[in-house]
């Protein structure tokens, strides 16, 4: 075990339930995508923080659940300047569900992410959203010779090449995950070019914003390096839209990860409140203003 292959429990657990969990009914979706750029850009020149703002009613390390009907919930995110919304659908852990982000999907006109734990082609097949979570740990990378790796994850079938292009055939935006600088390389590898750094370690569940800064600023230098040696060095984009997952709380969190490079911030905890119930909108409000707070401290 090392930190790259130690899973907390909860995290075993939570990819027990996704091999467990069928895919959708056989059909295959076809998705017409809200741009997650375009958002971004409409947050940006509307002088907002592009923050995606989570439906998530309760997690591993939650304080409680929020039961609130996800619509609601989703459109007062909207009206606080959400510039998209993620929605949990994963059922045992995070108390989501696909029916949840069709509701939302169909209430508000932002891009909606689903978040889950997909592993397989099959597992996309399960409601229609503008953006599908890959998460680059829980799937698999093929050697230049084209068979699988050796250190593949236990019981990933698909590889993270093939799994981006599946999801682009249905018309989804991937949102590719990763934890550190040898996923992102893969990523990069792999086509991705909406990269999401989770600040959430998956072996303890800890958060340390110290990691989008030491992996996003070092996925723009790859973006630069494979600009500059005219594309032959290594398959990488001109640039990547970069997402900060996970951890950031508090104005001062969102100003040092826009700091670090972050075009958007997803956020789940700190707008959710699980144990205080406070004003969804107000508390996207608060992230979206914070680079025009000028000295305002943390703590309003
Ligand atoms: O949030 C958890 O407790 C969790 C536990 C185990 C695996 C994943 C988990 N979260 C998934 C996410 O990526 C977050 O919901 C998302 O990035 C928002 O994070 P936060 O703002 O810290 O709620």
């Not at 909207?78 to 059922?91: D, N, Q, Y």
């Not at 995070?94 to 397989?120: N, T, Y």
């Not at 409601?127 to 093929?142: H, N, P, Q, S, Y």
Request: net charge negative; hydrophobic share 40%.
């Amino acid at each position: 075990m090392n930190s790259r292959t130690e899973l907390a429990p909860a995290v075993q657990s939570i990819l027990e339930a996704a091999r467990e969990r069928s895919g959708g009914d056989g059909e295959r979706l076809s998705v017409e995508a809200r741009s997650l750029p375009d958002a971004l850009a409409r947050a940006e020149a509307e002088g907002r923080v592009p923050i995606i703002a989570e439906v998530k009613p309760t997690s591993p390390t939650a304080d409680g659940t929020r039961a609130d009907d996800p619509v609601e919930l989703a459109e007062a995110m909207v009206e606080g300047g959400a510039a998209a919304i993620s929605v949990l659908t994963e059922p045992s852990h995070f108390g989501g569900s696909p029916e949840a982000l069709a509701r939302v999907r169909e209430a508000v006109d932002v891009p909606v992410l689903r978040k889950d734990f997909v592993l397989d082609e099959d597992g996309m097949d399960v409601v229609e959203a503008d953006l599908l979570l890959l998460i680059a740990r829980f799937v698999g990378v093929r050697e230049p010779s084209g068979s699988r790796a050796s250190q593949n994850p236990p019981g990933s079938d698909a590889d993270l090449e093939e799994l981006i292009a599946a999801a682009r055939e249905r018309g989804f935006q991937p949102l590719v995950e990763v934890h550190d600088r040898e996923e992102l390389e893969t990523a990069l590898e792999a086509g991705a070019e909406i990269i999401g750094v989770n600040n959430r370690d998956l072996a303890r569940l800890e958060v340390d914003l110290g990691t989008f800064e030491s992996v996003g600023p070092h996925a723009r230098r790859l973006c630069r390096l494979d600009e500059s040696s005219g594309g032959t060095a290594r398959h990488a984009p001109d640039d990547v839209t970069l997402i900060a997952e996970s951890g950031v709380s508090t104005p001062g969190d969102v100003r040092r990860m826009r700091e670090a490079g972050a075009d958007a911030l997803l956020v789940g905890s700190a707008i959710m409140d699980h144990g205080g119930n406070s004003d969804v909108s107000e508390n996207v409000r608060r992230l979206t203003r914070a680079t025009n707070l000028g000295g305002e401290t943390d703590h309003e």
